[in-house]
């Protein structure tokens, strides 16, 4: 039986890939590496130091562990700076409703992002009352396509997984869902999230009674 829902943060209730892609281009552009919004696609759900080595093997480039630090840090002062910008009317459409309608339904609530300023965007859109439990990138090791974010969720709010739908956009995050024996909802275009369990092509068709008839038999 369903008692429990785990949402991803970024493109799931609010999109930030722009802001992450704004910071990595900036850093891009002063190291005279190539970088574009196809390649930034690829960074969906993927760590802040996965996705400096995606930017680099992209580039054909190799550096040292301690520069990558460097480096990675420098992308992020300029990402936290534009996150400052992030209101509570930046929820993605839809995903405020599903919240909500969970909260009154008594279900169960946890974050699983893969994200080290999931704290800071969910303050910025006042979210942070409809978790039970917060995962983020400080929360596991392992990252998406390694279940250990959502398995961290559904631990602390006391469920198995196949207790659990876990709402994600990328598709390493439907492969971790599914590697933890998770049910998914994927967001996004066939391609990407095509393998999850149900898909829409935004949050605001993922209704509760859009979920709920599909999974009828778990609820
Ligand atoms: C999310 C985003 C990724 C990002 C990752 C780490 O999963 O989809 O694009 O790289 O979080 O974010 P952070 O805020 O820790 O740099
Ligand atoms: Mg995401």
New binding site residues.
């Given amino acids: 039986m369903i008692k429990g829902f785990i949402f991803d943060l ?2 799931v209730i609010t999109d930030t890939a722009e802001q ?1 892609f704004l910071a990595w281009k900036k850093l891009s552009d002063e190291m005279g590496w190539e970088f574009d919004r196809e390649v930034n696609e690829n ?6 130091m996965d ?1 400096l080595r995606f930017i680099l093997d992209h580039n054909e480039i190799s550096l040292d562990d301690e520069t990558l630090v460097e480096l990675a840090t420098k992308k ?1 002062v300029v ?1 936290q700076d534009l996150l400052n910008d992030i209101t509570p009317e930046d929820f993605l459409p839809g995903a405020k409703e599903i919240l909500t309608h969970l909260r009154t339904e008594g279900f169960h609530v946890a974050l699983g ?5 999931a704290q800071k965007v969910l303050e910025q859109l006042s979210a942070t009352g409809y978790f039970d439990v917060v995962g983020d ?1 400080h929360s596991v090791t392992k990252s998406k396509p390694n279940p250990a974010i959502f398995l961290f969720g559904a631990e602390k709010l006391g469920l198995q997984p196949e207790e659990c739908i876990v709402f994600e956009d ?1 598709e390493k995050g439907i492969d971790a869902a599914k590697n933890g024996g998770f049910y998914s909802v994927g967001i996004g275009p066939y391609e990407r999230v095509g393998h999850a369990h149900l898909r829409f092509d935004t949050m605001a068709e993922a209704t509760l009674f859009e979920i709920k008839s599909y999974f009828k038999d778990l609820f």
């Fill in positions: 970024d493109g992450h960074l969906r759900g993927i760590s802040r996705s992020n990402y992002s893969s994200s080290k300023n990138g990328a």
